[in-house]
């Protein structure tokens, strides 16, 4: 779905507006009389952009899913069908990237989700599908080749998002006294270390154990 044609300043203003209040406060928990004030306009100069409250959330959600892909370097490395401890890394960083520069993106996907299910899927389906399905496509093929364990690639498609999105917060639940990472990059790389270990096969896992950590001289 498309922003409406109204891209004026207003507009513009409207969305954003809506944006953080749907995300903050959920879809049934925020009125136009408030997105109205946060845009600094009055609630019928919003009705004059948009037809109803449910137009404005999707053209809220709408404006955080735009831009949303696939970075070249990790389309390029998928294309070449790239080792997993090049690509997994790229795409962990990739998904910590976009909480941090869209943090009202995973939000808006749980609120249209829970609030407004009947239309969530085909709204999100055209940003979100094609990262999925390249994920899930690169998995697959590792898998088939043995480079990876014998695994159900969509459900460490689905899991590799969860890691980045919903860890962080559980963790704490947990173990409270765990600190949390320095910054992104070092739990990037827990997460990469993780699952590399998870997902390599058999041998390759006992290869490992057999070998000390940091000895990597020729023998």
């Known amino acids: 779905m498309n922003l409406p044609p109204q891209n004026s300043k207003q507009s513009v203003k409207i969305v954003q507006a809506a944006a953080q209040l749907f995300a903050r406060q959920g879809y049934h928990g925020t009125s136009t009389r408030e997105i109205a004030r946060l845009a ?3 609630e019928n100069t919003l009705f004059r952009h948009f037809a109803h409250k449910e137009e404005v959330f999707w053209a809220a959600l709408s404006s955080r899913l735009e831009g949303l892909k696939l970075r070249r370097d990790v389309l390029d490395g998928i294309a070449e069908s790239a080792d997993p401890e090049i690509i997994v890394p790229q795409i962990l960083a990739q998904l910590a990237d ?9 939000r808006l996907i749980a609120i249209a989700f829970i ?3 009947w239309k969530a899927a085909a ?9 999925f ?3 899930n496509g690169y998995l697959a093929v590792h898998v088939e080749s043995g480079k990876m364990r014998k695994v159900d690639p969509g459900m ?3 899991a590799l998002v969860a890691t980045v999105i919903v860890l962080p917060e559980f963790s ?8 949390q990472y320095a910054d992104d ?3 990037v790389r827990a997460y990469t270390k993780f699952w590399l270990d998870v997902l390599a096969p058999p041998m390759v896992s006992s290869l490992q154990m057999a070998v000390p950590l940091g000895n990597t001289a020729a023998s």
Do not use: F, G, Q, R
């Open 40 to 42: 600094d306009i009055s």
């Open 98 to 106: 976009t909480l941090i520069l869209k943090p009202e993106l995973l």
């Open 115 to 117: 609030e407004l299910h």
């Open 123 to 131: 709204v999100c389906y055209e940003c979100l599908a094609p990262i």
């Open 133 to 135: 399905l390249a994920i």
């Open 156 to 158: 460490v498609t689905a």
């Open 172 to 179: 704490k639940l947990i173990n409270s006294t765990v600190p």
């Open 185 to 187: 990059k070092e739990a």
